[in-house]
Nanobody, 126 residues
Framework: EVHVVESGGGLVQVGGSLRLSCTAT????????IGWFRQAPGKEREGISC????????IFGDSAKGRFTISSDSAKSTVYLQMNNLTSEDTATYYC???????????????????WGQGTQVTVSP
């Protein structure tokens, strides 16, 4: 069974940083995708960044470029999202998700991902 668990959220001041962690286990495929998404109150779920387990190919949304970095630790089966220079616009519930196939699309699409973590809250305060 596939399990996805994310952590690392919390309360941070504007301009601060957080590192979110995601561990996805139970896959039996040659390639799978791990993606980071977020959803703010009243907003649709948004793709932030996603990565291929096979070759490290990755996609970044506009909100992530220049501020967020996705990385992985193969030994720990963990993918990280480093978030820097946070603003109030970054306040949201952040989700990690996994899918069997990494699709090289312009953005990471939530509807393409089958297995989701429960989310971790990020709140950016003044």
């Amino acid at each position: 069974e596939v399990h996805v668990v994310e952590s690392g959220g919390g309360l941070v001041q504007v301009g601060g940083s957080l590192r979110l962690s995601c561990t996805a286990t139970g896959f039996h495929f040659d390639e799978y995708a791990i993606g980071w998404f977020r959803q703010a109150p009243g907003k649709e779920r948004e793709g932030i960044s996603c990565v291929s387990s096979r070759d490290g190919s990755r996609i970044f949304g506009d909100s992530a470029k220049g501020r967020f970095t996705i990385s992985s630790d193969s030994a720990k089966s963990t993918v990280y999202l480093q978030m820097n220079n946070l603003t109030s616009e970054d306040t949201a519930t952040y989700y990690c998700a996994a899918d069997r196939i990494f699709r090289r699309t312009r953005v990471c699409r939530p509807d393409e991902y089958d297995w989701w973590g429960q989310g971790t809250q990020v709140t950016v305060s003044p």
